[in-house]
């Protein structure tokens, strides 16, 4: 019983962009914030983007400006745009609740070379 299903993710360069995207079952995302996390190797998971049932946004200092959250109530969606793209930025990509969090999926992997 999947819950959360993260794609998009790829090798690109710095400074290209890439769209990440979260299919969520109805109960996981209705009426939840939602949020992308990124887990580089060797560190902590953190959280990057968040947004909020009614789609008020926040963001981490370090992608501030470059990322965009959204989500689509209806899809029962949440993308995150990523542009200018920078090799710190290399991370396997998670979505999930922001409280009561669902079990993690398997994440999409981003690599963004030099």
């Known amino acids: 019983q999947v819950q959360l299903v993260e794609s998009g993710g790829g090798l690109v360069q710095s400074g290209e962009s890439l769209r990440l995207s979260c299919a969520a079952s109805r109960g996981a995302f209705t009426g939840y914030d939602m949020g992308w996390y990124r887990q580089p190797p060797g560190k902590q998971r953190e959280l990057v983007a968040q947004?909020?049932?009614?789609?008020?946004?926040t963001y981490t200092d370090s992608v501030k400006g470059r990322f965009t959250i959204a989500r689509d109530n209806a899809k029962l969606t949440i993308d995150l745009q990523m542009n200018s793209l920078k090799p710190e930025d290399t991370a396997v990509y998670y979505c999930n609740r922001v409280r009561l969090q669902l079990p993690w999926g398997q994440g999409t992997q981003v690599t963004v070379s030099s």
């Open positions: 947004i909020s049932s009614r789609g008020s946004a």
